[in-house]
């Protein structure tokens, strides 16, 4: 099998016993060696494919990961783009809502010296019957 040839028998001894012995031992001992390096060839195959499924795993996990991240990134933006308009929104509003306090009190003050007209007028004209009353008497 290695190219060694079995020692001698032994004087007194069977020889054809102990060169089977010898040989069944070199056999056993080759199987076990073969055994052995395919076991070795499996074991780094499996890890090997254990390696690769666990790589492909975390390459899908990590895209959906990186996806999320973008969309939280791109929410982000998005909220504030709102928070600033919303901001925009009350100060127009607010404004609007000083103008139309101003312009109500404008009218209020024309309705104030709309009535004091009426009794500017309604005076004038008290006095001036008054004096046509007194001059006609």
């Known amino acids: 099998m290695d190219g060694a040839k079995p020692p001698p028998a032994a004087a007194g001894g ?12 070199h056999q056993h001992h080759h199987q076990a060696l ?14 090997r494919s254990a390696v690769r499924v666990a790589d ?9 990961v990186q996806e999320l991240f973008v969309n939280e990134k791109r929410i982000e933006l998005e909220a504030r783009a709102l ?3 919303i901001a925009r929104y009350r ?19 024309i309705g104030d010296i709309e009535n004091w007209m009426k009794i500017m ?5 008290s006095i001036n019957a008054a004096i046509r009353n007194i001059h006609q008497s």
Do not use: H, M, Y
């Not at 069977?14 to 031992?25: R, T």
């Not at 975390?58 to 895209?63: A, E, F, K, L, S």
């Not at 100060?91 to 003050?109: C, G, H, I, R």
């Open 83 to 85: 928070l600033g308009t």
């Open 34 to 47: 073969r055994q052995r390096q395919q076991t070795e060839r499996a074991k780094k195959d499996a890890l």
């Open 121 to 125: 007028d309604f005076d004038c004209k």
């Open 56 to 64: 492909l795993l975390v390459d899908t996990v990590d895209g959906g």
């Open 91 to 109: 100060k127009q509003t607010d404004q609007w809502l000083a103008a139309t306090s101003a312009v109500n009190s404008v009218l209020k003050e």
């Open 14 to 25: 069977k020889p054809g016993l102990d060169e089977a012995l010898l040989q069944i031992v």
